[in-house]
C-alpha cells in the first residue's frame, strides 16, 4: 500500500491521533495490482488511472520498484509540454 495525503485526511474527524494510535497498514491506501515499466508511454499511464480510478501507478523494472506515478506528476508534465510548445 501507500501512505498518501489523502489516506491521512480520509482517517476520520482526528486524523493525527488516528495515526498516533494505529499502524501504517491501518491508513494507507491499497494499491491495485497494476503497475508500468519505466518505458511505458505516458499516454497508456494516463489512460490506465482514468481507467481504474486510481492516482497513483508503481513503477517496475524487473519486478524491483523504482518509482512511482502520480496524477499530479502527469499533470505537471503536460503543462510543460504545453509551455514548450508555446515558446
Known sequence: GVLNDR???GAGPD???RLQANRI????ALVPDVHITPTTP???AAE???????EALT???EGR???????SDLVRWVAKQGRELAS
Open 42 to 44: 505516458v499516454w497508456m
Open 48 to 54: 490506465m488511472m482514468v481507467d481504474r480510478t486510481i
Open 15 to 17: 486524523p493525527v491521533g
Open 59 to 61: 513503477v517496475l523494472d
Open 7 to 9: 489516506s491521512v485526511l
Open 65 to 71: 520498484l523504482v518509482g512511482i506515478v502520480t496524477e
Open 25 to 28: 497498514s491501518d491508513v494507507m
